[in-house]
């Protein structure tokens, strides 16, 4: 072998074993070195974020599934930054933060579908200043929810 191929080669196998050991000890490097891309999924370490398309408030929105080893941990997680929180958490044994941006999670997802009957109600002239009042307030309902998501990433 030449000496300088071998020279890479042994910067490359150092630098790997770097790599994965500063990643035992940094949960956004591990998410990083670990993450994979399908059509449908994302997988991190151990665990999947499956994405699915269902029927919310008469239009289609993505929800997300969390697997770990194939056993479904989370259903009908609105935000894929809350999915992506709660995966973070888990892998680093953070089960109060996990719990919060569940937490948070369905609080928007709540104001989402308010905002969304809101806005319909107020399209059929029903009360309609009173249903855009209520709309407004179900928005920032929904930017507190997500702020105290992106708090906990």
């Known amino acids: 072998m030449k000496p300088r191929l ?5 910067t490359f196998d150092k630098t790997s074993k770097t790599l994965n050991e500063r990643a035992k000890n940094n949960v ?16 991190v370490g151990q665990y999947r974020i499956e994405i ?6 008469t239009k289609r929105k993505n929800f997300y599934n969390i697997y770990e080893h194939n ?12 999915a992506m929180g709660i995966v973070k958490n888990l892998m680093s044994n953070k089960n109060q933060k996990v719990n ?3 937490k948070a999670d369905m609080a928007y997802n709540n104001a989402l579908y308010e905002v969304y009957m809101f806005k319909s109600k107020a399209k059929s002239n029903h009360n309609e200043d009173v249903m855009l ?12 929810a997500k702020a105290k998501i992106m708090q906990k990433l």
Request: aromatic content about 8%; cysteine-free.
């Open 6 to 10: 071998y020279d890479i080669i042994n």
């Open 28 to 43: 956004d490097l591990r998410v990083a070195m670990t993450q994979q891309t399908q059509e449908n999924s994302v997988s």
């Open 52 to 57: 699915t398309q269902e029927q919310f408030a």
């Open 71 to 82: 056993e479904l941990v989370f259903k009908d997680i609105a935000l894929f930054e809350s």
């Open 100 to 102: 919060e941006i569940e």
């Open 133 to 144: 009042a209520k709309m407004s307030n179900a928005k920032r309902k929904m930017a507190e």
